[in-house]
């Protein structure tokens, strides 16, 4: 056992699961600082584990390689076969986003209001663009651009190559929430209680949803409409082309719902739900 918080999203890759750690008082760890599992996903065994600093950071696996962020404000990649450190990058400021990976790039914010382009082969700084706001939200990544919400109420667009940044639109309130992109729309909630679809291209509003609450967690697309959960404890279902409310239901309020094996799952206050297609649709 870690004795610390799990406070991110485990990734799965070759049977074993990675997963982050984070000695915190709210959930009365009795341990400090930061940890990397790997465990086996058939046993739960644990398989290795690495000391890293405090993470709420989600581990991302691609290639044989784990990639994690830490409060330290550290990004380091490992072996996932055995835990080996390949390399660390210290960006100077904590880390609470996930690291997103594109053209063999790992893009990442951090709480010194900069994002950061690293080599995801050996994690040599790329660029760096800053004066932003604390980035919470993890960046989304899409033909060449990438976006990523921040504390300073905006969202942001930066080009992948050089990080030139190409559009900022401006929320109410806190974007923690990172952003979903489908067919050149970027979707994204905000702390302002409104929920966002913004033109991939120049990030000009293209229609907006009020729900009852601050918006934090991501949302997802499945099949055309766009999922997100709101702090009063509802999850919406949304035509992500158009806005129009789909479906509600009366529980949920960070991650909203992912899709497997015909279902789809809504992830609510301790209780998953398993959905079926009604008859007559797919």
């Not at 033909?143 to 992948?160: C, E, I, P, Q, T």
Request: net charge positive; with cysteine; aromatic share 14%.
């Amino acid at each position: 056992m870690s004795h610390r918080c799990g406070w991110s999203s485990p990734a799965l890759a070759d049977h074993l699961v990675f997963a982050t750690f984070i000695g915190n008082a709210e959930c009365h760890a009795t341990r400090g600082g930061g940890e990397l599992v790997a465990f086996s996903a058939e046993t739960g065994g644990v398989r290795w584990r690495r000391a890293i600093g405090p993470s709420e950071s989600s581990p991302l696996v691609a290639g044989g390689t784990v990639y994690v962020g830490d409060q330290d404000g550290r990004v380091s990649a490992f072996a996932a076969r055995s835990g080996r450190l390949r390399w660390s990058f210290y960006t100077g400021a904590p880390i609470k986003a996930s690291a997103s990976l594109a053209y063999g790039r790992i893009y990442i914010g951090n709480y010194a209001g900069e994002m950061l382009a690293l080599d995801a082969h050996t994690g040599r700084l790329l660029w760096r663009s800053t004066g932003h706001g604390n980035f919470y939200s993890t960046a989304a990544v899409d033909a060449g651009r990438v976006y990523v919400g921040s504390l300073d109420g905006h969202v942001y667009a930066f080009s992948a190559r050089n990080g030139d940044l190409l559009w900022s639109f401006g929320t109410g309130s806190y974007v923690y929430a990172s952003p979903a992109v489908w067919h050149g729309l970027v979707l994204v909630g905000s702390y302002d209680h409104d929920f966002f679809a913004l033109s991939a291209g120049s990030g000009a509003v293209r229609w907006t949803f009020h729900a009852g609450a601050p918006i934090s967690g991501a949302a997802s697309v499945v099949d055309g409409i766009v999922y997100f959960s709101s702090f009063d404890h509802r999850t919406y279902g949304l035509d992500a082309a158009t806005g129009r409310l789909r479906e509600k239901w009366a529980d949920g309020e960070y991650s909203p719902a992912v899709a497997g094996n015909g279902r789809l799952y809504l992830v609510g206050l301790g209780r998953i739900y398993a959905l079926a297609p009604r008859r007559g649709t797919s």
